[in-house]
């Protein structure tokens, strides 16, 4: 079993059923469903492209996926998960946008926003101590011979390479998608999340997801809102 804390709006916002319909999988239900029938790719190929994203849920890493360290157990992190979400003020990303991050598309916000920065390093630090220790072969999957070195020093402190100064928010839709078809996608999904883009985000609660076992699809264990959310 594995645990991540993730930022996903609640089951019923339209953002998540919008990505929950690209992606054919809504992770509060565990529900899969017909993916998406665009033009631009075959149902062959967006299958491909959307299976990554599709395992872990619609979601931004907070808390990268960790399983339980030694003396710590699943009740104990519900109760810390509960008090953080009752301590912790919701916020606004003021303008997200769809943006390629390397080979895969997401949505992103516009610039960097300290206090989504600071949110983010508050749920890495406090759910720290759940985290078991990372594995050499676990190491060895980050491959950090291609990290800078500020990752590798967030690997070894944190488990986790994109995090403290090194984090960048985003909501994955794509994995990898070649050069040639990477307009395409991107006029595809600008088209397909219109609603959402260039406006703002509301973060508003912090989800609890799991995995149950080794490569099964990540699912919503508990949803709470933060503080002051509407």
């Known amino acids: 079993m594995r645990y991540a804390l993730y930022f996903t709006p609640p089951a019923d916002d339209p953002l998540t059923k919008a990505a929950a319909a690209w992606l054919g999988r809504d992770p509060f239900s565990g529900k899969t469903g017909p993916q998406a029938e665009v033009s631009e790719f075959s149902p062959d190929a967006l299958t491909a492209l959307i299976a990554d994203p599709r395992r872990y849920g619609f979601h931004a890493t907070l808390k990268a996926p960790f399983r339980l360290a030694p003396g710590t157990d699943e009740a104990a992190l519900e109760a810390v998960f509960s008090a953080f979400c009752a301590e912790t003020p919701a916020l606004e990303i003021p303008n997200v946008v769809i943006e390629q991050i390397g080979p895969f598309f997401a949505l992103v916000p516009d610039q960097i926003y300290p206090a989504l920065q600071d949110f983010a390093a508050a749920v890495v630090e406090t ?47 794509t994995g990898a998608v070649e050069p040639e078809s990477a307009p395409d996608m991107r006029t595809l999904l600008a088209a397909r999340f219109a ?16 995995e149950a076992t080794v490569g099964a699809p990540f699912t919503v264990h508990s949803w709470l809102p933060l503080t002051g959310a509407r």
Request: proline share 5%; glycine share 4%; hydrophobic share 40%.
């Open 127 to 173: 759910f720290e101590p759940f985290r078991a220790e990372l594995t050499e072969a676990d190491i060895a999957r980050r491959r950090p011979e291609r990290m800078s070195d500020s990752q590798r020093a967030n690997l070894s402190r944190w488990g986790y390479h994109h995090v403290m100064d090194d984090f960048r928010f985003h909501m994955t839709l």
């Open 195 to 210: 609603d959402f883009v260039r406006r703002p985000l509301a973060v508003t609660g912090l989800a609890l997801y799991v």
